[in-house]
């Protein structure tokens, strides 16, 4: 949706769109505010309206999930802050928001170690906790965000909201989608989808991507002077590609760098850009498979998710093109659709592993033992049953036979000395 910056936003180019109208394309400048969710719910759903009005059949490509998800779900909403991980009911609360009169400043606590952070709230809200990985600081940094603007609990926060939500309209179930979807998920074998993802970044850079980031670098610098204050934490500024390539954007300005070192800066920070852009997907693919396929089988619409494996562009007409274009031939004529697990092993895999997440709850166990945390009940009881964790118990007992048996010599030679 932002103007210009086809290589930091991918924007698909012109002699690749044959012939077909794209919307909201190049809406927003780099010195407006980002779109809010809403926003972009009202402006997609009004060109959604007129292109059905025109008999046509409107096709939304993502992008990011949580516009997507909120279009979809009226009766939901995406908090920003948890991005593609969570879905929650709680408007997203900024730093600048929180109560005044906490600890000299609630965004430095916030920036501090993960593990200070956990224990924090381990001692202030013991349910929150037990739902979070101990390493999962996003989240962790959320709960104490409500926790420090409200002076509430996030669990309480989050208990009052689905009481409150189901006694007024049963939302999670009785309420209708705003539309009647038919989703494609595009995925890839894992190792496959890495490596695109490695090459992906590679081509952005041949494309362009520097001079890109040094343009919004210049632009940002431009707002600085004339003290234009803006936003750096939401929008085009947290896109993947700029604040990885900070680091040698500024040591580049400051002309103090030899060639050398420059050179390891601008790799250290493409290598960055590409792991970002694999974590990102994964959160994806996470968020897709777990928040989304819950979503749609409340719905009692799972049916309408199809996964389109990728993994061999050779084999693209039998496994992505051909298929989907049966499957939306069965949609618009309103014929019986196929079993979604039926169109390819990596589907059935997938689709096995979305029904055993609709039963699973998120509660951490730790174990003392490992020293390791598990998320899930099927996990906890892998673990006790891994060879890893039996190795570690295995460790322990010869320890202490081997304590024992010192201790015992140790005992008989101090009892011959008395004598």
């Given at each position: 949706?932002y103007r210009?910056?086809p290589?930091?936003?991918?924007?698909?180019?012109?002699?690749?769109?044959?012939?077909?109208?794209?919307?909201?394309?190049d809406?927003?400048?780099?010195?407006?505010?980002?779109?809010t969710?809403?926003?972009f719910?009202?402006e997609s759903?009004?060109?959604?309206?007129?292109i059905?009005?025109?008999g046509?059949?409107?096709?939304?490509?993502g992008?990011t999930n949580?516009?997507?998800?909120?279009?979809?779900?009226?009766?939901?909403?995406?908090?920003?802050s948890d991005?593609?991980?969570?879905?929650?009911?709680?408007?997203?609360i900024?730093?600048?928001?929180?109560?005044?009169?906490?600890?000299?400043s609630?965004f430095?606590?916030?920036?501090?170690?993960?593990?200070?952070?956990y224990?924090?709230?381990?001692?202030?809200d013991?349910v929150?906790?037990r739902?979070?990985h101990?390493?999962?600081?996003?989240?962790?940094?959320r709960?104490?965000?409500i926790w420090?603007?409200t002076?509430?609990k996030?669990?309480?926060?989050?208990?009052?909201q689905?009481?409150?939500?189901?006694?007024?309209?049963?939302?999670?179930?009785n309420?209708?989608?705003r539309?009647d979807?038919?989703?494609f998920?595009?995925?890839?074998?894992?190792?496959?989808?890495?490596?695109r993802?490695?090459v992906?970044?590679?081509?952005?850079?041949?494309?362009?991507?520097?001079?890109?980031?040094?343009?919004?670098?210049?632009?940002?610098?431009?707002?600085?002077?004339?003290?234009?204050?803006?936003?750096?934490?939401?929008?085009?500024?947290?896109?993947?590609?700029y604040?990885e390539?900070?680091a040698?954007?500024?040591?580049?300005?400051?002309?103090?760098?030899?060639?050398?070192?420059?050179?390891?800066?601008?790799?250290d920070?493409?290598?960055?850009?590409?792991?970002?852009?694999?974590?990102?997907?994964?959160?994806?693919?996470?968020?897709?498979?777990?928040r989304?396929?819950?979503?749609l089988?409340d719905?009692g619409m799972?049916?309408k998710?199809f996964?389109?494996?990728?993994?061999?562009?050779?084999a693209?007409?039998?496994?992505v093109?051909?298929?989907?274009?049966q499957?939306?031939?069965?949609?618009?004529?309103?014929?019986?659709?196929p079993?979604n697990?039926?169109?390819?092993?990596?589907?059935?895999q997938?689709?096995?592993?979305?029904?055993?997440?609709q039963t699973?709850?998120?509660?951490?166990?730790?174990?003392?033992?490992?020293?390791k945390?598990l998320?899930?009940e099927a996990?906890?009881k892998?673990?006790l049953?891994?060879?890893?964790?039996?190795?570690?118990?295995?460790?322990?007992?010869r320890r202490?036979?081997?304590?024992?048996?010192?201790n015992?010599?140790s005992?008989?030679?101090?009892?011959k000395?008395t004598?």
């Open positions: 949706m210009g910056l290589i930091v936003t991918n924007k698909i180019p012109g002699d690749e769109r044959n012939g077909i109208k794209h919307h909201l394309i809406q927003i400048g780099l010195e407006e505010n980002p779109w969710v809403h926003e719910v009202e759903s009004k060109i959604i309206d007129a059905r009005a025109r046509r059949l409107p096709i939304v490509v992008g949580y516009y997507v998800f909120s279009l979809l779900f009226p009766d939901s909403t995406v908090s920003r991005d593609e991980d969570e879905v929650t009911t709680t408007p997203a900024t730093r600048s928001e929180m109560k005044d009169g906490c600890q000299d609630p430095e606590f916030l920036e501090g170690p993960t593990e200070v952070l224990a924090k709230l381990q001692e202030v013991p929150m906790a739902q979070w101990p390493r999962d600081r996003r989240k962790i940094q709960s104490l965000e420090l603007k002076g509430k996030a669990s309480d926060v989050y208990f009052q689905k009481e409150t939500k189901d006694v007024d309209t049963d939302v999670s179930h309420l209708a989608m539309y979807p038919l989703i998920w595009m995925e890839a074998e894992d190792a496959v989808l890495k490596e993802l490695n992906r970044v590679d081509t952005m850079v041949q494309s362009g991507l520097l001079e890109e980031v040094r343009t919004m670098r210049d632009f940002e610098l431009q707002l600085n002077h004339r003290r234009i204050e803006f936003d750096k934490t939401k929008g085009i500024w947290v896109a993947i590609g604040k390539l900070e040698w954007l500024e040591t580049q300005n400051a002309g103090t760098a030899d060639v050398k070192v420059l050179d390891r800066i601008k790799t920070g493409i290598e960055t850009v590409k792991a970002g852009t694999r974590q990102y997907a994964k959160r994806q693919n996470r968020w897709i498979r777990i989304l396929a819950r979503a089988e719905k799972l049916d998710l996964l389109l494996d990728c993994t061999n562009l050779e693209w007409n039998s496994m093109e051909s298929p989907s274009q499957i939306v031939q069965r949609y618009t004529s309103g014929q019986e659709l079993d697990k039926s169109l390819s092993p990596l589907a059935y997938t689709f096995s592993r979305v029904d055993s997440h699973q709850t998120r509660q951490a166990q730790f174990c003392e033992t490992c020293q945390t998320m899930t996990e906890w892998k673990h049953q891994s060879s890893g964790h039996k190795k570690v118990l295995d460790g322990i007992r202490i036979e081997r304590e024992n048996y010192w015992t010599l005992k008989e030679a101090g009892q000395d004598c």
